[in-house]
């Protein structure tokens, strides 16, 4: 059964509460699939922290392992729980009261 | 607690409804108030646009128009990738009181999720796993 849209929500903003993984991510949404090696090559994190934060997101599918070269495993975003989330934030940021205030103000000139 | 689904608004607005309907069905109305400029084709499956400040534009489908009284489009998710197809309804319903209009705006649609995107994160993540524990297999029959 895949998880349901609450469970996907919940890992996702999980996920980004913490900054060391947002900047994991932002890296991997920005340079592609990296190795653990490379995420530490490019971060303010230790190897073993990048290690421990990949273990969770991988385990919320926010990024997948793959096979990379040199048998290194490589860790690529993936956005489908991304956009559930998105989804969630774009009811919330969406915004009805400046325009029907101006359209009030429009018809009252 | 549930994903919003829908928005809801409604306004008193101390104006008949055709005026108010003018301001939501018309380029020259939109423009006025909602975008910094607009085009509509007022039809059901009429396109219409709209542009705001920082270059964001809004393309929009009509979908009901029942003047003087209902109004309603679609249009794209905000924060989606433009090429994704889902979007969100919008309807106003114009209600006379009095001299005047009551305004309701819906918008639904927000907790819309298409299978697939979920059914790839879901079979992305095993399919990732797999080929990792592959790689330890390999690594450790070679050790």
Request: glycine residues 10%; proline residues 6%.
């Amino acid at each position: 059964m895949p998880p349901d849209i609450e469970t996907v929500a919940e890992q996702v903003f999980v996920a980004l509460a913490d900054p060391s993984r947002r900047a994991i991510l932002a890296a991997l949404a920005s340079g592609g699939p990296a190795t653990a090696t490379d995420l530490a090559g490019q971060l303010p994190i230790t190897r073993q922290g990048i290690a421990k934060h990949l273990a969770l997101l991988a385990e919320a599918g926010l990024v997948t392992a793959e096979p990379g070269e040199r048998r290194r495993v490589r860790y690529r975003l993936q956005s489908a729980p991304m956009q559930v989330a998105q989804q969630f934030l774009a009811a919330l940021a969406r915004d009805w009261d400046g325009p029907l205030d101006a359209l009030r103000d429009h018809l009252s000139r | 607690m549930g994903f919003p689904d829908r928005i809801e608004r409604v306004v008193e607005i101390a104006h008949p409804p055709a005026k108010v309907w003018a301001a939501l069905t018309t380029a020259e109305g939109l423009a006025s108030w909602f975008g910094n400029e607009a085009s509509i084709d007022l039809r059901p499956g009429g396109s219409a646009h709209m542009t705001f400040g920082g270059g964001h534009i809004a393309d929009m489908r009509v979908e009901r128009v029942e003047e003087p009284t209902v109004f309603g489009y679609t249009w794209h998710i905000y924060g989606l990738p433009d090429d994704d197809p889902r979007r969100t309804y919008v309807e106003f319903t114009l209600e006379p009181v009095g001299a005047g209009t009551r305004l309701t705006v819906v918008e639904s649609g927000f907790a819309q999720l298409a299978d697939d995107a979920h059914h790839k994160a879901y079979d992305g993540n095993t399919g990732g796993w797999a080929s990792e524990l592959a790689e330890l297999v390999e690594y450790l029959d070679a050790a």
